[in-house]
């Protein structure tokens, strides 16, 4: 019989290697360990920018809306 070069005749095998996968994941979790500080930065940034979005909106724009109504009247 006569067998394909580079195959063995079982099947594939398939060789993987542990120390790369599991580096990879070790990788992932020190990326946020090592950036913890300038990711909470940025979400606190946002929300920051969120709150004065909506006091701006409701706090300041609102009243003078009402005011603008009123003043039509």
């Not at 594939?12 to 090592?34: P, R």
């Not at 950036?35 to 920051?48: A, D, F, P, R």
Request: aromatic fraction near 10%; hydrophobic fraction near 40%.
């Amino acid at each position: 019989m006569s067998q394909r070069k580079g195959k063995s005749p079982g099947g594939s095998d398939e060789i993987i290697d542990v120390v790369e996968v599991k580096g990879s994941q070790v990788a992932k979790s020190n990326f946020f360990e090592e950036n913890q500080k300038i990711i909470s930065y940025v979400i606190l940034g946002v929300g920051l920018l969120a709150a004065i979005y909506f006091a701006y909106k409701y706090l300041y724009i609102g009243p003078k809306e009402k005011e603008a109504v009123n003043a039509k009247e």
